[in-house]
């Protein structure tokens, strides 16, 4: 196809609320060696972005200052050394930048083919969730079939993520959530039991369900708020693995006799700064693992809101508010705007 001098994309006016956001014209992305231009048909939204928007989160030196992580539509451009893909090929995959636009260029180690029967709407749903999910969940904690893990936030995109990948591999399921609604759809997902954190004590709780000994993984975004009650929630051996910090990242004056007495471990990681090579290995996991899986329909990305490209305000207030139960998707294609 003849490519466009210029495209859509989405540019931040400054820092600071999503009113800062706007639609503007520019050149498009150039392709280096080893990377793919995609012709973004959708563009999965997410905290990091929000966090960029805010100034919180700066995008690393080599990466586009443009906001967007994952991204889903059609090969149009093939840099230098590409093997992988073909142009017209369809594809989703996880940008280091740069998502929030009608052309993106990826890393080939990032992309995957989008899944039999998805439409570029569901296949932008997918890379940033899965690919966090799988990398700290099961290659870093090592959850495996018969052991039992607590997900907070398990309506968010990365909790209804977490959800499925672990009862699809054996897991019995603990799962936070904020309401009665999200504590019903997280069972629907396969939780075991889904705990109101607003009435209930998560702790409590747990040390109920497993009759003391506590769950072998903790996945948590809360951070320095639910640290020690984390800490306790573990059995002997577990793993605390902690993807963000919604609740602070500093927590002061934390018993630490508990991880060396129960011989705990405690990981911590983000996806933007991960090598190439490091991101190319949970993409090639994902590809052997999980993406049979989501084409003979054992799991499912969950979507909240589909919203046209030019209502990104609309979607960043939406990610804000925390009412949402799964993923917000910005299309750029007319005919998929959807709720």
Same mark, same amino acid.
């Given at each position: ?149 607590? %997900?907070?936030?398990? @309506? ?22 904020? @309401? ?60 605390? @693995? ?79 508010? @925390?009412?949402?139960?799964?993923? %917000? ?11």
């Amino acid at each position: 196809m003849t490519l466009p001098a210029t495209m859509r994309m989405i540019e931040l006016a400054g820092y600071g609320g999503p009113e800062v956001m706007r639609v503007v014209a520019a050149p498009l992305p150039v392709v280096r060696p080893g990377e793919v231009l995609v012709r973004v048909e959708a563009a999965g939204v997410n905290r990091p972005d929000v966090a960029q928007r805010q100034g919180t989160y700066p995008p690393p030196k080599d990466a586009s200052p443009v906001l967007g992580l994952e991204v889903a539509g059609e090969v149009v451009a093939l840099g230098e050394g590409v093997n992988d893909f073909v142009v017209g090929d369809r594809v989703c995959g996880l940008a280091n930048g740069g998502g929030y636009a009608e052309f993106c260029a990826v890393p080939e180690g990032q992309l995957l083919p989008m899944p039999k029967g998805y439409d570029a709407v569901r296949a932008a749903a997918l890379p940033e969730t899965f690919f966090t999910v799988w990398a700290n969940l099961f290659q870093m904690a090592g959850l495996t079939e018969g052991e039992s893990v607590l %997900i907070h936030g398990g @309506s968010s995109g990365i909790g209804t993520t977490a959800i499925q990948l672990a009862r699809a591999f054996g897991a019995d399921v603990f799962t936070t959530a904020g @309401s009665a609604e999200k504590c019903e759809a997280c069972l629907r997902l396969g939780a075991k039991r889904a705990i109101n954190y607003r009435d209930e004590d998560f702790l409590a709780v747990i040390k109920a369900e497993t009759e003391g000994r506590g769950v072998d993984i903790v996945l948590d975004m809360i951070g320095a708020a639910y640290f020690e009650k984390n800490i306790a929630a573990l059995a002997k051996d577990g793993c605390l @693995s902690i993807i963000a910090f919604l609740g602070g990242a500093v927590a002061e004056k934390v018993n630490l006799g508990p991880i060396m007495m129960k011989r705990l471990t405690v990981t911590g990681s983000t996806m933007r700064p991960r090598t190439a090579d490091e991101k190319r290995a949970i993409r090639d996991d994902l590809k052997d693992h999980v993406w049979p899986r989501l084409e003979k329909g054992d799991i499912a990305p969950v979507i909240h809101h589909v919203l046209p490209f030019a209502e990104v305000g609309n979607a960043h207030r939406l990610m804000e508010e @925390s009412g949402h139960i799964g993923k %917000i998707v910005l299309t750029l294609d007319e005919g998929q705007q959807s709720a």
